[in-house]
Nanobody, 125 residues
Framework: QVQLVESGGGLVQAGGSLRLSCAAS????????MGWFRQAPGKERGFVAG????????FYADSVKGRFTISRDNAKNTVYLQMNSLKPEDTAVYSC??????????????????WGQGTQVTVSS
């Protein structure tokens, strides 16, 4: 079992920045890929960013490329999402997720084994 707790969400004006964190506990040695997803009201959960076990490979949705940066600190069992130049359309509940074996696929929710509860990000215009 792996437990995930997100933090860092909040209300920010358009153009601002936020940094989300997701701390893992439990069987952290089994974690491979990690990812961030988001779900806006009335929409399906969608991929935001993913990162490989060693952090050397990162993947982004086109809508956030160049504005968001995913990173991880394996010593702290934590994955981060630095969000810059935020837009109102970035408003959503952001959730982190982990894979407990090698998948090599990061964009699909079906490839993740554990999920956090999510943190709300609201961007005002």
């Amino acid at each position: 079992q792996v437990q995930l707790v997100e933090s860092g969400g909040g209300l920010v004006q358009a153009g601002g920045s936020l940094r989300l964190s997701c701390a893992a506990s439990g069987r952290t040695g089994s974690i491979y890929g990690m990812g961030w997803f988001r779900q806006a009201p009335g929409k399906e959960r969608g991929f935001v960013a993913g990162i490989s076990r060693g952090g050397g490979n990162t993947f982004y949705a086109d809508s956030v490329k160049g504005r968001f940066t995913i990173s991880r600190d394996n010593a702290k069992n934590t994955v981060y999402l630095q969000m810059n130049s935020l837009k109102p359309e970035d408003t959503a509940v952001y959730s982190c997720a982990v894979q407990t074996d090698y998948r090599g696929i990061y964009r699909s929710t079906n490839n993740y084994d554990y999920w956090g509860q999510g943190t709300q990000v609201t961007v005002s215009s």
